[in-house]
T-cell receptor
Framework: NAGVMQNPRHLVRRRGQEARLRCSPMKGHSHVYWYRQLPEEGLKFMVYLQKENIIDESGMPKERFSAEFPKEGPSILRIQQVVRGDSAAYFC?????????????FGQGTRLTVV | AQSVTQLDSHVSVSEGTPVLLRCNYSSSYSPSLFWYVQHPNKGLQLLLK??????LVKGINGFEAEFKKSETSFHLTKPSAHMSDAAEYFC?????????????FGTGTRLKVLA
């Protein structure tokens, strides 16, 4: 059973371009979480999705950021018109269920650099 | 609202000496608590989790943590540090705050192990 797969591992974008980050959860997992980690900081919650539904997006910036988790295929975190401040590591996690005691499994992250 | 405070941003120990990484949490509900480790430029690996079966939780690589409700603490310990333990450690809380379960991270403690 492969772990959580994120691609690309590294992504370089010029200011104003779009960034698409992909996350394939572990097999059998229908819950996906996205986090952002700025240099020398902890992971900040962005969004929690189940298949075809956004459950909690309280950590998502109001503009330029969106996420989806379609019925088929990976979850996508999309950043439009990137700015230098978007440079960070973005981690995806998945879990088989939600609830007390359920652990999340993390991918290796996508490191976004905006030049 | 749930939150996690990691009291030390950096901890240095000599190889073979005990490790103590401190974590205090705030939660309106009975929380699940986790410790994750992140090696440089890698993803996050679960060390251990607390789910009320026992207040002293044993994890991988000789780590353990004790849940103390009266002190709202979940400190991570290891009797004898190894060079390979050098990494960033995150304390994480999860409960049904705001009606959904998500994982809230502390700011992390960077552990340095001296030869």
């Amino acid at each position: 059973n492969a772990g959580v797969m994120q691609n690309p591992r590294h992504l370089v974008r010029r200011r104003g371009q779009e960034a698409r980050l992909r996350c394939s959860p572990m097999k059998g997992h229908s819950h996906v979480y996205w986090y952002r980690q700025l240099p020398e900081e902890g992971l900040k919650f962005m969004v929690y999705l189940q298949k075809e539904n956004i459950i909690d997006e309280s950590g998502m910036p109001k503009e330029r950021f969106s996420a989806e988790f379609p019925k088929e295929g990976p979850s996508i975190l999309r950043i439009q018109q990137v700015v230098r401040g978007d440079s960070a590591a973005y981690f995806c996690a998945s879990s088989p269920a939600t609830g007390w005691g359920t652990e999340a499994f993390f991918g290796q992250g996508t490191r976004l650099t905006v030049v | 609202a749930q939150s996690v405070t990691q009291l030390d941003s950096h901890v240095s120990v000599s190889e073979g000496t005990p490790v103590l990484l401190r974590c205090n949490y705030s939660s309106s509900y009975s929380p699940s608590l986790f410790w994750y480790v992140q090696h440089p430029n890698k993803g996050l690996q679960l060390l251990l989790k607390y789910t009320s079966a026992a207040t002293l939780v044993k994890g991988i690589n000789g780590f353990e943590a004790e849940f103390k409700k009266s002190e709202t603490s979940f400190h991570l310990t290891k009797p004898s540090a190894h060079m390979s333990d050098a990494a960033e450690y995150f304390c994480v809380v999860s409960d049904q705050d705001s009606g959904t379960y998500k994982y809230i991270f502390g700011t992390g403690t960077r552990l340095k192990v001296l030869a």
